[in-house]
């Protein structure tokens, strides 16, 4: 496997406006006849199909929802980050490279991360033009807050509900391209395979998951855009649909994948009540402005909040990180609330909680303040655990949020398979080894927006081929895979439901490749996920039919592949001996603090698969730091 | 505790369906109204049965996926809440609870409790947009918007696009989600020059749809979990007429240039 | 098509005819009433009215086919809303709670098919005259006695009374729905908009009502 990163020469400013100029541009008149297909409707997918067929290309875009507004970023709530200076606060796009460079504890491509801060102010001027209607403030302009990991004001929100809004802004244009005729939509329609044709992505098997057909798409290029696999952990943020299908079963078929370990734990969700837990909720990072965290300083007490005197209490982020305290970044306080409840300090039934208290800004701002910062977030979680967050302090615990991992890509956003383009959350290059806050929803709009436009032409133009037909046999030859696939689920009868295995897999993730990680622990769930996914294929119960909606079904294909997906995850996670950003071994850490080790580990690791049952190949691609000198990461 | 459910089941598109009785045990008062379905669901698998097939996704009350008619309203009993935000308790032991399908000619049922809702894309495709091309754009504070404004279009802008209104609506009518829209880009700077047009594409295509007419009873209103007022029906009864009368071009539905 | 008539079929501009239409039927009744109210004041002063009515024949003519314009359209668009608001939910819910929905605005087109009937057979009883024999002997412009006679009639009365009930709540509901339907929402001015039907439909009701009854009382006789 070639990693060439193909990032290009020249000073880091000046690498995007060149490499822009130098890009093909593929003829007007020439875009009509190139089918581009994109797998996702999120902010990258819709993004990306909306602007390419502005551009004047044949577009096809799938989602498994049953409309492209419903993709997964329709969940963000806190914001998007660009760097506008509006607030005149000292931001440039320089700081925001920084900050996400250093944020990702330097194990992002600096290149790919100096291109996003400097989209990242179109990408507003862009929203506002479609009507986004970001927050302003009484003179009329645009309103900032500042987000977890930054220390000045550069996040555009729209109330709690910036991701949908974003998504709508580019929903709206998809499906202006759709009335256009320059975009064929496939709602409720899932990618199971891809095909390449003489190494090249040709195309795609997809399943209807309301007739059940399964058929095949050709296109010229195919652009993955379908977000992350936080649900490997069953329970996460994430919304119950997502999954690691469509780039995991791309890694089977010769693209990379690179630091799939690399996940990030949120440390504001509301904490699992019960095994029946389907999903967990995530309360906005944005309540650690005014929320304190803290838990008791003696272990495994039982004592009602409001009945332990702050002497008692230990504020442990303002403790730790004087500087930063509440505020510190999301893999910090994440791993601060774990060190808590591991020490039997946890509160609630579970002990698997730490308070986040408003008392002390509630009496300082009154509670009519609060409510009009948080009251929406306060009336949810009331809903959800049925306590007045208002009189009882809230318990919040970590959760699986977002996944830095992906498919390797190089400046073009294009993976080791040619004409196979990644984007969004489904990529790995921009956020290292730990995403800050407010810099997902700007990746997958500057991907969709800004990038894929103008590099995807260097593709194009050079593929001097007529486009390949379904008529081809590598097609017939991937459907009868996807097909057989689907058979042996159904006919396997067994007696534990999808459900059952995959809360079961969720388990090995979060114990040995959750939050803290060892060798020890990794190498057990190396045994056990095997086991597992042999017992799955042995005893797994689908009941239905194929021909028709089976949700049943359509779960156990993704858990098939979480199944699989789960190991490489271990896998990567025992080879990187060191602490950087989310991915924290327990081996490695000084004073309790991560240690990373960019002698051996400055690079991005990136898997290659060599067929069932045999052992994936390790590739690097090393990182190089001219611009932000590697530092140790401090917060404190 | 204890419940009894009456589900809706149909296999299909083109076949009848019927209402179906289960019980549940061991349901928490902390499980979401979606897991204790799911617990049903576990239960029917193992014996064999066909699962209840539902639309949902975020389980957040954001993605606008989930869908249920739950004793006779709509994302259930509770104000401003997704089926996927109700909690069991707000039920009570021995309780029976019956679900069905959003209902209307416009959201045929595909399986069980689930439902085409693709009428509400076609209508954006009609016009619920600003035509602007990616690239280009001005800087984004050239354009102040007044703050009263920027709320409320945000206010209308919170649309999940569930269908709640249309389920509630004794017309099954479409009038609040196309409102929404309408009155979200209608009520900023940036939405005026195809104002006109807009309103009376989507209209069109809402009325192509076979979605009922208003009638003014603003049920949609109490069962909308965004709770979005009808204040943007009128705002859109008002905008269509003099779009209507004062229009200059012809408009047909689809397109945007 | 015309934009005109391509606005009539939509579902918006058919609302608004239903709504200008309704809003002229309210015209008339509020002055129906102010006349009919003369009878409080006495036999001379609502034969004085009837006459005067009838003085300028054209204007009568004209008003009288613009009543009845005013009313088709009105039913017309009405049942025309009405039909698609039926076929667009075929399958009914087994189960369904209105949490909202007044009654009144629920059951509109019962109401006004009830009105029709009632205005019918108020035509018949006190315009065309052929409910009662005695009233045919009247004299054509004492329209007093013909209203005491009718309405010593405890029968006739008291299906008067229930179907003012029934006019009151179709107005109830249609007045405060045509601030709507014209697009007059404001949350400040709510409160005033959306009582103004149900002030509208009781006092007409009542003050219509208040006809029968005090000749059934003998207070007017
Ligand atoms: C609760 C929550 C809050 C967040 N808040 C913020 C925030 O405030 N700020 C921020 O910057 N980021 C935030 N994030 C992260 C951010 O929302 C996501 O990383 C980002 O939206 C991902 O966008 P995407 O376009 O890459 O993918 P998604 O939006 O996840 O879209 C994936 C698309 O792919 C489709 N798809 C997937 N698999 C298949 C398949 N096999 N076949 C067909 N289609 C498929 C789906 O249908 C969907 O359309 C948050 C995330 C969560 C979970
Ligand atoms: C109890 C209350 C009412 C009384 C006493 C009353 C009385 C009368 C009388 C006396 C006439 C005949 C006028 C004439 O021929 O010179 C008349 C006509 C009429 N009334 Fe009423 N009326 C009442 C209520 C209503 C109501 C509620 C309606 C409407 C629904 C209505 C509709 C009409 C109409 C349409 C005419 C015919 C007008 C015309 O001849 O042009 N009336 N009414
Ligand atoms: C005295 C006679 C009548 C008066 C004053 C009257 C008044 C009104 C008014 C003001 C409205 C509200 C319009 C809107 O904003 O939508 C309305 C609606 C309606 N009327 Fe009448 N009406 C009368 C007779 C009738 C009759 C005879 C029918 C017969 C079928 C009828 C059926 C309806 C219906 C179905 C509506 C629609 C409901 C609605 O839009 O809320 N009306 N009427
Ligand atoms: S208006 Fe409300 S009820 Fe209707 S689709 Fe939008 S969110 Fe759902
Ligand atoms: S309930 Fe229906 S009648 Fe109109 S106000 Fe709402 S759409
Ligand atoms: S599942 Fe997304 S709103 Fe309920």
Same mark, same amino acid.
């Given at each position: 496997?070639?990693?060439?990163?193909?990032?290009?020469?020249?000073?880091?400013?000046?690498?995007?406006?060149?490499?822009?100029?130098?890009?093909?541009?593929?003829?007007?008149?020439?875009?009509?006849?190139?089918?581009?297909?994109?797998?996702?409707?999120?902010?990258?997918?819709?993004?990306?199909?909306?602007?390419?067929?502005?551009?004047?290309?044949?577009?096809?875009?799938?989602?498994?929802?049953?409309?492209?507004?419903?993709?997964?970023?329709?969940?963000?709530?806190?914001?998007? *980050?660009?760097?506008?200076?509006?607030?005149?606060?000292?931001?440039?796009?320089?700081?925001?490279?920084?900050?996400?460079?250093?944020?990702?504890?330097?194990?992002?491509?600096?290149?790919?991360?100096?291109?996003?801060?400097?989209?990242?102010?179109?990408?507003?001027?862009?929203?506002?033009?479609?009507?986004?209607?970001?927050?302003?403030?009484?003179?009329?302009?645009?309103?900032?807050?500042?987000?977890?990991?930054?220390?000045?004001?550069?996040?555009?929100?729209?109330?709690?509900?910036?991701?949908?809004?974003?998504?709508?802004?580019?929903?709206?244009?998809?499906?202006?391209?759709?009335?256009?005729?320059?975009? +064929?939509?496939?709602?409720?329609?899932?990618?199971?395979?891809?095909?390449?044709?003489?190494?090249?992505?040709?195309?795609?098997?997809?399943?209807?998951?309301?007739?059940?057909?399964?058929?095949?798409?050709?296109?010229?290029?195919?652009?993955?855009?379908?977000?992350?696999?936080?649900?490997?952990?069953?329970?996460?943020?994430?919304?119950?649909?997502?999954?690691?299908?469509?780039?995991?079963?791309?890694?089977?078929?010769?693209?990379?994948?690179?630091?799939?370990?690399?996940?990030?734990?949120?440390?504001?969700?509301?904490?699992?009540?019960?095994?029946?837990?389907?999903?967990?909720?995530?309360?906005?990072?944005?309540?650690?402005?005014?929320?304190?965290?803290?838990?008791?300083?003696?272990?495994?007490?039982?004592?009602?909040?409001?009945? $332990?005197?702050?002497?008692?209490?230990?504020?442990?982020?303002?403790?730790?990180?004087?500087?930063?305290?509440?505020?510190?970044?999301?893999?910090?306080?994440?791993?601060?609330?774990?060190?808590?409840?591991?020490?039997?300090? !946890?509160?609630?039934?579970?002990?698997?909680?730490?308070?986040?208290?408003?008392?002390?800004?509630?009496?300082?701002?009154?509670?009519?303040?609060?409510?009009?910062?948080?009251?929406?977030?306060?009336?949810?979680?009331?809903?959800?655990?049925?306590?007045?967050?208002?009189?009882?302090?809230?318990?919040?615990?970590?959760?699986?949020?977002?996944?830095?991992? !992906?498919?390797?890509?190089?400046?073009?956003?294009?993976?080791?398979?040619?004409?196979?383009?990644?984007?969004?959350?489904?990529?790995?290059?921009?956020?290292?080894?730990?995403?800050?806050?407010?810099?997902?929803?700007?990746?997958?709009?500057?991907?969709?927006?800004?990038?894929?436009?103008?590099?995807?032409?260097?593709?194009?133009?050079?593929?001097?081929?007529?486009?390949?037909?379904?008529?081809?046999?590598?097609?017939? +030859?991937?459907?009868?895979?996807?097909?057989?696939?689907?058979?042996?689920?159904?006919?396997?009868?067994?007696?534990?439901?999808?459900?059952?295995?995959?809360?079961?897999?969720?388990?090995?993730?979060?114990?040995?490749?959750?939050?803290?990680?060892?060798?020890?622990?990794?190498?057990?769930?190396?045994?056990?996920?095997?086991?597992?996914?042999?017992?799955?294929?042995?005893?797994?119960?689908?009941?239905?039919?194929?021909?028709?909606?089976?949700?049943?079904?359509?779960?156990? !294909?993704?858990?098939?592949?979480?199944?699989?997906?789960?190991?490489?995850?271990?896998?990567?996670?025992?080879?990187?001996?060191?602490?950087?950003?989310?991915?924290?071994?327990?081996?490695?850490?000084?004073?309790?603090?991560?240690?990373?080790?960019?002698?051996?580990?400055?690079?991005?690791?990136?898997?290659?698969?060599?067929?069932?049952?045999?052992?994936?190949?390790?590739? @690097?691609?090393?990182?190089?730091?001219?611009?932000?000198?590697?530092?140790?990461?401090?917060?404190? | 505790?204890?419940?009894?459910?009456?589900?809706?089941?149909?296999?299909?598109?083109?076949?009848?369906?019927?209402?179906?009785?289960?019980?549940?045990?061991?349901?928490?008062?902390?499980?979401?109204?979606?897991?204790?379905?799911?617990?049903?669901?576990?239960?029917?698998?193992?014996?064999?049965?066909?699962?209840?097939?539902?639309?949902?996704?975020?389980?957040?009350?954001?993605?606008?996926?989930?869908?249920?008619?739950?004793?006779?309203?709509?994302?259930?009993?509770?104000?401003?809440?997704?089926?996927?935000?109700?909690?069991?308790?707000?039920?009570?032991?021995?309780?029976?609870?019956?679900?069905?399908?959003?209902?209307?000619?416009?959201?045929?049922?595909?399986?069980?409790?689930?439902?085409?809702?693709?009428?509400?894309?076609?209508?954006?495709?009609?016009?619920?947009?600003?035509?602007?091309?990616?690239?280009?754009?001005?800087?984004?504070?050239?354009?102040?918007?007044?703050?009263?404004?920027?709320?409320?279009?945000?206010?209308?802008?919170?649309?999940?696009?569930?269908?709640?209104?249309?389920?509630?609506?004794?017309?099954?009518?479409?009038?609040?989600?196309?409102?929404?829209?309408?009155?979200?880009?209608?009520?900023?700077?940036?939405?005026?020059?195809?104002?006109?047009?807009?309103?009376?594409?989507?209209?069109?295509?809402?009325?192509?749809?076979?979605?009922?007419?208003?009638?003014?009873?603003?049920?949609?209103?109490?069962?909308?979990?965004?709770?979005?007022?009808?204040?943007?029906?009128?705002?859109?009864?008002?905008?269509?007429?003099?779009?209507? @009368?004062?229009?200059?071009?012809?408009?047909?539905?689809?397109?945007?240039? | 098509?015309?934009?005109?008539?391509?606005?009539?079929?939509?579902?918006?501009?058919?609302?608004?005819?239903?709504?200008?239409?309704?809003?002229?039927?309210?015209?008339?009744?509020?002055?129906?009433?102010?006349?009919?109210?003369?009878?409080?004041?006495?036999?001379?002063?609502?034969?004085?009215?009837?006459?005067?009515?009838?003085?300028?024949?054209?204007?009568?003519?004209?008003?009288?086919?613009?009543? @009845?314009?005013?009313?088709?359209?009105?039913?017309?668009?009405?049942?025309?809303?009405?039909?698609?608001?039926?076929?667009?939910?075929?399958?009914?819910?087994?189960?369904?709670?209105?949490?909202?929905?007044?009654?009144?605005?629920?059951?509109?087109?019962?109401?006004?098919?009830?009105?029709?009937?009632?205005?019918?057979?108020?035509?018949?009883?006190?315009?065309?005259?052929?409910?009662?024999?005695?009233?045919?002997?009247?004299?054509?412009?004492?329209?007093?006695?013909?209203?005491?006679?009718?309405?010593?009639?405890?029968?006739?009365?008291?299906?008067?009374?229930?179907?003012?009930?029934?006019?009151?709540?179709?107005?109830?509901?249609?007045?405060?729905?045509?601030?709507?339907?014209?697009?007059? *929402?404001?949350?400040?001015?709510?409160?005033?908009?959306?009582?103004?039907?149900?002030?509208?439909?009781?006092?007409?009701?009542?003050?219509?009502?208040?006809?029968? $009854?005090?000749?059934?009382?003998?207070?007017?006789?």
């Amino acid at each position: 496997m070639k990693l060439d990163a193909k990032i290009p020469a020249g000073p880091i400013a000046d690498k995007w406006t060149k490499h822009k100029f130098e890009s093909k541009l593929v003829n007007p008149a020439n875009k009509r006849k190139y089918q581009v297909i994109v797998v996702g409707s999120g902010l990258a997918g819709a993004a990306a199909a909306a602007t390419l067929a502005e551009l004047g290309y044949q577009v096809s875009c799938f989602c498994f929802q049953d409309s492209p507004r419903r993709a997964h970023s329709i969940a963000a709530q806190g914001g998007i *980050n660009a760097a506008k200076n509006y607030q005149g606060d000292g931001d440039s796009v320089y700081r925001l490279f920084y900050d996400t460079v250093k944020g990702g504890d330097f194990r992002a491509r600096e290149a790919n991360v100096h291109r996003l801060a400097e989209v990242s102010r179109n990408i507003i001027d862009q929203c506002v033009a479609q009507g986004v209607p970001f927050a302003r403030e009484y003179g009329g302009l645009l309103d900032n807050r500042s987000f977890g990991g930054a220390q000045v004001s550069r996040t555009f929100y729209a109330r709690g509900q910036t991701g949908q809004q974003l998504l709508l802004g580019a929903y709206q244009s998809l499906e202006r391209q759709i009335g256009l005729g320059r975009v +064929k939509m496939y709602p409720r329609t899932e990618m199971l395979d891809l095909v390449t044709v003489d190494g090249k992505a040709s195309g795609i098997v997809v399943r209807d998951l309301v007739t059940g057909e399964i058929s095949s798409h050709a296109a010229h290029t195919v652009l993955l855009c379908t977000g992350g696999y936080g649900n490997v952990f069953y329970l996460s943020t994430n919304a119950k649909g997502c999954n690691v299908t469509a780039t995991y079963r791309s890694y089977k078929k010769g693209a990379g994948f690179a630091n799939p370990c690399f996940t990030q734990i949120h440390p504001t969700c509301i904490p699992v009540s019960g095994d029946y837990q389907s999903k967990l909720t995530l309360m906005s990072e944005s309540l650690r402005n005014d929320g304190r965290v803290w838990v008791s300083k003696t272990k495994g007490d039982k004592r009602a909040p409001d009945q $332990i005197p702050d002497a008692e209490r230990d504020y442990f982020l303002e403790r730790k990180y004087p500087s930063y305290g509440n505020l510190s970044p999301r893999d910090i306080a994440s791993r601060a609330a774990k060190e808590a409840c591991d020490d039997g300090r !946890g509160v609630g039934d579970t002990g698997l909680g730490v308070y986040l208290d408003f008392r002390d800004a509630i009496a300082r701002l009154g509670k009519d303040t609060i409510a009009a910062r948080y009251g929406n977030l306060f009336q949810m979680y009331a809903r959800i655990t049925g306590e007045d967050p208002y009189k009882v302090p809230m318990r919040i615990s970590p959760a699986v949020h977002y996944t830095m991992g !992906g498919l390797w890509v190089d400046y073009n956003l294009q993976s080791t398979i040619p004409g196979l383009f990644v984007l969004g959350e489904a990529n790995f290059s921009d956020h290292g080894a730990n995403r800050l806050g407010a810099s997902a929803l700007m990746q997958g709009l500057a991907d969709g927006y800004f990038v894929i436009p103008s590099t995807l032409g260097n593709y194009l133009a050079d593929l001097k081929r007529e486009p390949v037909t379904t008529a081809h046999p590598e097609f017939k +030859k991937t459907e009868d895979a996807v097909k057989d696939m689907t058979k042996k689920l159904l006919a396997i009868n067994g007696t534990r439901s999808v459900d059952s295995f995959h809360k079961e897999l969720g388990k090995i993730m979060w114990d040995y490749c959750g939050m803290a990680r060892s060798r020890q622990g990794l190498e057990k769930a190396l045994k056990l996920i095997p086991a597992l996914r042999e017992e799955f294929w042995r005893n797994v119960k689908v009941t239905g039919e194929g021909e028709n909606v089976n949700q049943a079904l359509e779960k156990a !294909g993704r858990v098939a592949d979480f199944l699989e997906f789960g190991e490489l995850m271990c896998r990567d996670a025992l080879v990187r001996e060191e602490s950087c950003g989310g991915h924290f071994r327990e081996e490695y850490q000084e004073d309790g603090e991560a240690k990373r080790d960019d002698e051996r580990f400055a690079h991005a690791a990136v898997w290659e698969y060599t067929g069932q049952g045999k052992e994936p190949k390790r590739h @690097v691609e090393p990182l190089a730091f001219e611009n932000v000198h590697l530092a140790t990461r401090s917060y404190k | 505790m204890k419940l009894t459910l009456k589900i809706w089941r149909q296999k299909n598109a083109k076949s009848a369906g019927k209402i179906s009785t289960y019980k549940v045990d061991k349901v928490s008062e902390h499980m979401s109204f979606l897991e204790m379905l799911d617990e049903l669901n576990e239960d029917l698998i193992k014996k064999g049965d066909d699962p209840v097939a539902f639309d949902h996704d975020c389980r957040e009350g954001i993605c606008g996926s989930c869908s249920l008619m739950i004793n006779g309203v709509p994302h259930g009993p509770d104000r401003g809440t997704t089926t996927c935000q109700l909690h069991m308790r707000r039920f009570k032991d021995g309780d029976e609870i019956t679900i069905e399908p959003w209902r209307a000619k416009a959201f045929p049922v595909l399986k069980d409790l689930m439902v085409d809702r693709s009428p509400f894309d076609r209508i954006i495709q009609a016009g619920g947009f600003i035509s602007v091309n990616s690239g280009g754009a001005q800087d984004a504070n050239s354009l102040p918007i007044p703050k009263g404004d920027a709320d409320q279009a945000m206010d209308a802008a919170q649309c999940i696009g569930c269908g709640a209104c249309v389920a509630a609506c004794k017309n099954a009518s479409a009038m609040l989600y196309v409102a929404a829209k309408v009155s979200h880009l209608g009520l900023l700077p940036q939405g005026q020059p195809e104002r006109q047009k807009r309103v009376l594409s989507m209209v069109k295509q809402m009325d192509a749809e076979g979605f009922g007419n208003c009638t003014n009873q603003y049920e949609c209103e109490a069962a909308c979990p965004k709770e979005i007022s009808v204040e943007f029906i009128a705002r859109m009864n008002r905008d269509y007429v003099k779009a209507a @009368v004062l229009a200059r071009e012809v408009t047909s539905t689809g397109g945007g240039e | 098509m015309s934009w005109l008539g391509r606005t009539l079929q939509s579902s918006i501009g058919g609302k608004w005819v239903v709504a200008l239409t309704g809003l002229g039927l309210v015209g008339f009744l509020v002055a129906h009433l102010a006349g009919n109210l003369l009878v409080f004041a006495g036999p001379q002063a609502l034969n004085d009215y009837a006459a005067g009515l009838r003085k300028f024949p054209a204007l009568l003519l004209a008003a009288r086919v613009g009543l @009845v314009a005013i009313a088709l359209l009105h039913i017309f668009f009405a049942v025309k809303l009405n039909l698609k608001n039926r076929a667009a939910r075929p399958v009914a819910y087994s189960a369904k709670t209105y949490v909202k929905a007044s009654l009144q605005s629920r059951t509109m087109v019962l109401t006004g098919v009830l009105v029709l009937v009632y205005a019918l057979w108020h035509l018949a009883d006190l315009t065309w005259r052929l409910t009662d024999s005695a009233v045919q002997q009247l004299g054509p412009f004492d329209a007093y006695q013909m209203v005491v006679l009718r309405f010593s009639n405890p029968l006739n009365s008291l299906f008067y009374i229930l179907m003012m009930v029934v006019t009151g709540i179709h107005v109830s509901h249609g007045v405060q729905s045509v601030f709507q339907t014209f697009g007059l *929402n404001h949350h400040k001015y709510n409160r005033c908009f959306r009582s103004l039907g149900p002030l509208l439909g009781s006092a007409l009701a009542i003050l219509f009502m208040a006809i029968p $009854i005090s000749v059934l009382l003998g207070i007017v006789k």
